[in-house]
């Protein structure tokens, strides 16, 4: 597609709910990175996506948090037994090039999806 | 990485020139500077990048002095729809990179 497509866009979920988050990034695009996004923050790095290969997951916040990208394309991040914290926007970005190519820090950004959680 | 430093929030006038300094003293050799805008309820999109000296696209320029410890976004004639967050980051160009994004600076543009 044109952009990077999440969906869905609003998630209210009760806690200790698991939510699924998914992310279509522009077709072609090598790397994907998710977001975390709280309100009035600037968004916070979770994980970044090399093809099918999960490079880093570093800023994943805890075992709870799992994302995967099995083809290459299509990403999903999951969130197990939800808590209030986890409310907040993931957004996902994907980019032509992997991390060492001369674009690499050029992000297309989904709209985001928001996640509540009561 | 370079830890960025830049206003909370800026005040303008619809067709007045704005101009969003960051600093970043610690930025290193391989680290280049990248501005995203982000308006509500939307993903952050990309601006403008530049490693040194002056870079001009169609949305705005980007002045990096000599030293580059501190970056300027300029955003000529302001419109109402500039109203936005924009993020100054610093990013490293190498197998470890991430985008880090700060809080930014809430600029808004008055009529």
């Known amino acids: ?118 | 990485l370079a830890k960025t430093t830049q206003p909370i929030s800026m005040d303008s006038y619809e067709g007045q020139e704005v101009n969003i300094t960051c600093s970043h003293n610690n930025i290193a050799t391989n680290d280049y500077i990248t501005w995203y805008q982000q308006f509500p309820s939307q993903g952050p999109r990309f601006i403008i990048q530049g490693y040194k000296t002056k870079v001009t696209n169609e949305v705005a320029s980007l002045f990096i002095p000599a030293d580059r410890k501190s970056s300027t976004l300029s955003l000529p004639r302001v419109s109402l729809s500039d109203t936005a967050v924009y993020y100054c980051l610093v990013v490293r160009m190498d197998s470890s990179y991430k985008l880090i994004f700060g809080s930014g600076t809430r600029l808004l543009v008055r009529p």
């Open chain 1, 1 to 118: 597609g044109a952009g990077v497509s999440q969906s869905p866009r609003y998630k209210v979920a009760k806690r200790g709910q698991d939510v699924a988050l998914r992310c279509d990034p522009i077709s072609g695009h090598v790397s994907l990175f998710w977001y975390q996004q709280a309100l009035g923050q600037g968004p916070e790095f979770l994980t970044y996506f090399q093809n099918e290969a999960q490079l880093d997951k570093s800023g994943l916040p805890s075992d709870r948090f799992f994302a995967e990208r099995p083809e290459g394309s299509v990403s999903t991040l999951k969130i197990q037994r939800t808590q209030q914290e986890d409310s907040a926007v993931y957004l996902c970005a994907s980019s032509l090039e992997d991390r060492t190519g001369p674009g690499a820090n050029v992000l297309t950004f989904g709209a985001g999806s928001r996640l509540t959680v009561l």
